[in-house]
């Protein structure tokens, strides 16, 4: 990256953000229908970038990526309207006469700075609520998915007004070079490590910034749920883009009486998924680099291999494990996996598999299988994630209305939907007074009369 160049492109952007011409709600829809015609145009060249990257099938990338980014941008521009009109306020009695309400504006110029694990996604869905809600925008993705980042630098400059949006490439450098300017907003995904020296960085200029991190997802099995369907769901979340996914179960935590029989199942899914070969099946990625692969290929020593777990370096293949026999002091248990490993402990009651999810708190999601509400509700009220999802998994971020993000150390802030337009804006509190009356009541002198009249009437009416 060109450091000139970058400080440039970046004056460019605010000159366009000054001049006012991404405030209305034409240029927005211009922009997000832009952004909607180089997913359609590209669909393809978009699908064998990711498959470049990590041997993602183009299945798996118009499911978890382009397809979701497309119904944000759908989404958005259906509602846009709405989002943007101010919202009134109720004002007390004694403030009349006038009129309040909350206005979103935008930030201004702000950076998006991506993770490799959905290369476009974690680029782009942010990117439709910054044009959204009327920002500037520089995106940054991934140096670890370099034909992703390629195709998402090309078809910002070709498809968006390169007068308000920019890609810089690049990998750690790039990024602290770029940290080093002057931002209105920051959103970042990516490891808890880097998200503090974001936030760090951030902080220099008192940046806002949105963190997108990770966490270990716990995923409770009871003894009264539907083993089949927890099995084939489970299987399906976990082994999705190679376990890479930061919302996908990290572990399961199985009742004992439903130990055996969960596992034979999984085990039977995952044949019919991938077959017995899952390096020959075309909907299973690879891992995206080999430190990735040796921390992986480390970490499965703590298992016993209920099925799969081979492994091959120079293809950067480990076959979709399912390990037992993990002790919860294991290094597997310790941080998130972020591959395809998947270790099942098992727990006695209810409060024990809670209390084991408390040993990594903050996760960014939960799941749980039970067809017994009241044991749903314990769990809710019990523990503390981003999200949470009953007899299901994944599903909780495809939904527009259902802010994502995390909580504690697995971020904060949301977005999706109309969460992230206002995750994207300021809220701007606006009051519009008219000159009468004006009555000498609340200007000094504060005599004792007056004084026991003014408190009076705020005690009343305030
Ligand atoms: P990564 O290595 O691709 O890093 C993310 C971005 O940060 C890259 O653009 C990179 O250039 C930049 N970066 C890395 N180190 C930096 C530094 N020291 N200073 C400035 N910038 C730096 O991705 P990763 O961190 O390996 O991502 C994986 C993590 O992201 C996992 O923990 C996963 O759970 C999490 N994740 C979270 C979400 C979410 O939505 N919450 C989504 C995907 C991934």
Redesign the pocket.
Known sequence: MDLQNMHETLQTLRQTFRAGGTAGIEWRRSQLLALGKFLHEQEREIADAVFRDFGKSSAETFLTESGFIDGEIRYALGRLKKWMKPERVPIPLYYYFGKAEVQREPFGVVLI???????L??CLAPLVSAIAAGNCAVV??????PCTSNIIAEGLSRYLDSSAFAAFQ???E???A??QERFDFIC????????K??ML?ASRTLTPVL?????KCPCIVEHDANLRIAARRIVWAKFLNAG????APDYVLVHRDAEKELIRLMKEELARFYGNDPKASPDYPRI?NER?FDRLAELIRDGIPEAGGDIDREGRYIAPAILSGVSIDAPLMQE?I?GPLLPVLVYNSLDEAISITRKNPDP?ALYLFTSNSSSRGKVLSATRS?GFCSNDLLFQ?AIHDLP???VGM??FGRYHGKAGYEAFSYERSVLYRSLYPDPRLRYPPYGRNKFSLLRRIVTLFG
Do not use: D, M
């Open positions: 700075i991506g993770a490799w694990n959905y290369p996604n974690i940054k993705p991934s140096e670890h998915a690049g990998g750690v790039e990024t602290k770029l940290l970042y995904t990516g490891s808890r490590q880097t998200g020296e974001i960085a963190l997108e991190l990770g966490g890479q996914t930061c919302i995206i990735l998130e972020f960014l981003g971020s994502f993000g995390g697995s971020g």
